[in-house]
T-cell receptor
Framework: DTEVTQTPKHLVMGMTNKKSLKCEQHMGHRAMYWYKQKAKKPPELMFVYSYEKLSINESVPSRFSPECPNSSLLNLHLHALQPEDSALYLC????????????FGPGTRLTVL | AQKITQTQPGMFVQEKEAVTLDCTYDTSDPSYGLFWYKQPSSGEMIFLIYQGSYDQQNATEGRYSLNFQKARKSANLVISASQLGDSAMYFCAMREGNTGGFKTIFGAGTRLFVKA
């Protein structure tokens, strides 16, 4: 299984809602990532988990809260988002070495009203 | 400072011809990896090819090859025999060893249009 899955594919939420994005992989990768991608821009790294521990937080606002409950799952909890948070959220996983490619999921298209 | 530079916002190529997508990078870390990803309109990022900073030979994967010129800090992607399905956004990316290899920096991307 060389696939990263993400749910939901699309999400529309209001600024007062609480929602979660889910990412799953079964490739035995011990590094997992969240990226945010605005239209016509490259992905921007948000968080990195290594061996289920948060390794990198790129100064992301606290309204985004990541969670890695086990080595296969990565969640992104959303609360009190702003319209400018509307974007494609990509999850990725990789082996824990700089010479290994990241495998990306299909992304969740988030719209904040 | 911009670490990955892709100077071609858009490129056109005739089907069955070869095309080169440019990428230059900047790092002081002797250990780094260079990647190319393809992103179709569906949104998923697809890994194409990898080149390590210590690799002596240029990487090749099927129709994709990476023209690695270390002294010039360039890592251009060459796609041979273009197909209509190659139309997509292409991102050059770098991972530096001194970040533990976790932090990938992407260039701005080049949108490739393949004409029939």
């Amino acid at each position: 299984d060389t696939e990263v899955t993400q749910t939901p594919k699309h999400l529309v939420m209001g600024m007062t809602n609480k929602k979660s994005l889910k990412c799953e992989q079964h490739m035995g990768h011990r590094a997992m990532y969240w990226y945010k991608q605005k239209a016509k821009k490259p992905p921007e790294l948000m968080f990195v988990y290594s061996y289920e521990k948060l390794s990198i937080n790129e100064s992301v606002p606290s309204r985004f809260s990541p969670e890695c409950p086990n080595s296969s799952l990565l969640n992104l909890h959303l609360h009190a988002l702003q319209p400018e948070d509307s974007a494609l959220y990509l999850c990725a996983s990789s082996q824990v070495h700089s010479d290994n490619e990241q495998f990306f999921g299909p992304g969740t298209r988030l719209t904040v009203l | 400072a911009q670490k990955i530079t892709q100077t071609q916002p858009g490129m056109f190529v005739q089907e069955k011809e070869a095309v080169t997508l440019d990428c230059t990078y900047d790092t002081s870390d002797p250990s780094y990896g260079l990647f190319w990803y393809k992103q179709p309109s569906s949104g998923e990022m697809i890994f194409l090819i990898y080149q390590g900073s210590y690799d002596q030979q240029n990487a090749t994967e099927g129709r994709y090859s990476l023209n690695f010129q270390k002294a010039r800090k360039s890592a251009n992607l060459v796609i041979s025999a273009s197909q209509l399905g190659d139309s997509a956004m292409y991102f050059c990316a770098m991972r530096e060893g001194n970040t533990g290899g976790f932090k990938t920096i992407f260039g701005a991307g080049t949108r490739l249009f393949v004409k029939a």
